[in-house]
């Protein structure tokens, strides 16, 4: 059983969980940010060696996946909550 004092305190921890979560995303996207700005044109298209995806579709694919989860995230909350997690 939860007591109200444990539930403030779990409350505060989430909160300040929530703002430590913000400031690692914003650090994140600054980051991607200035390596997108510095990237050299000819390493969007380059093909890495192996069977896997370059620069480009990797970004093109998170940003549709970005799009499809705020998308979702506007239509109804509880369904985006399941379809978020995934990536």
Do not use: C, Y
């Amino acid at each position: 059983m939860t007591t109200r004092k444990s539930a403030i305190r779990q409350n505060r921890d989430h909160t300040q969980l929530g703002r430590t979560a913000a400031k690692i995303f914003a650090a994140n996207d600054r980051m991607n940010q200035l390596l997108i700005e510095h990237l050299d044109p000819a390493a969007w298209r380059a093909k890495p060696p192996g069977n896997v995806r370059t620069i480009a579709a990797i970004f093109t694919h998170m940003l549709l996946k970005l799009k499809k989860a705020l998308h979702l995230k506007a239509e109804d909350p509880e369904k985006s909550r399941s379809k978020t997690k995934r990536f």
